[in-house]
């Protein structure tokens, strides 16, 4: 199984910051990775897919960078709907995984 | 616009079998993708389950193999999840899901989720 490593597992940022989250896999993924956020009794929701493009409706300030095991989102200027948890998940194979979550949190 | 809902028992005993269905409306599933189950314990991550293709072909998590079933309903439009002998780990809010893992590499949308509790 591919294992993702998120980091940090927690943050703690003000409204206008600007933020990077990084998750990183045990092998090479190409950039079959997608990142969701989550917030408290809702289901997760798409953000990015392909590391890097950006779901239907999603902000703009929201962005994915990275290929093979490094990759990253970014808030460029954090907002307070944007405090939550944010998960990396990879679909290079089967079993699909996930990161262990990074929760965001305000200062 | 796709959605997705969950129904079952909100609580099973351990060593039982747990059911879950899940209604998909605004679309298909005979038209195409994989449709699957993903857990999240509470307080936890994301654990995928598996997968069901209408025709039937699945992927499952190896960690949960022996005690996972999927099946399809496509004349209802439905697909379920069945898991054997559980236990208290087994207790997690169960999202079902439209997998496009290999058409588009992602999941997208996802049920409102349903909590299940494993207790005597």
């Known amino acids: 199984d591919i294992q993702l490593t998120q980091s940090p597992s927690f943050l703690s940022a003000s409204v206008g910051d600007r933020v990077t989250i990084t998750c990183r896999a045990s092998?090479?993924?190409?950039?079959?990775l997608a990142w969701y956020q989550q917030k408290p009794g809702k289901a997760p929701k798409l953000l990015i897919y392909t590391a890097y493009t950006l779901q239907n409706g999603v902000p703009s300030r929201f962005s994915g960078s990275g290929s093979g095991t490094e990759f990253t989102l970014t808030i460029s200027s954090l907002q307070p709907e944007d405090f939550a948890t944010y998960y990396c998940?990879?679909?290079?194979?089967?079993?699909?995984?996930f990161g262990g979550g990074t929760k965001v949190e305000i200062k | 616009q796709v959605q997705l809902q969950e129904s079952g028992p909100g609580l099973v005993k351990p060593s039982e079998t747990l059911s879950l269905t899940c209604t998909v409306s605004g679309y298909s599933i005979s038209s195409g993708y994989y449709w699957g189950w993903i857990r999240q314990p509470p307080g936890k991550g994301l654990e995928w389950i598996g997968s069901i293709y209408h025709s039937g072909i699945n992927y499952y998590n190896p960690s949960l193999k022996s005690r996972v079933t999927i099946s399809v309903d496509t004349a209802k439009n439905q697909f379920a999840l069945n898991l054997s002998s559980v236990t208290a780990a087994d207790t997690a809010v169960y999202y079902c899901?439209?997998?496009?893992?290999?058409?588009?590499?992602?999941?997208?949308?996802w049920g409102q989720g349903t909590l299940v509790t494993v207790s005597s």
């Open positions: 092998q090479g993924i190409s950039t079959y």
């Open positions: 998940q990879q679909l290079n194979n089967y079993p699909l995984t």
């Open positions: 899901v439209r997998d496009a893992t290999k058409a588009y590499y992602r999941v997208d949308p």
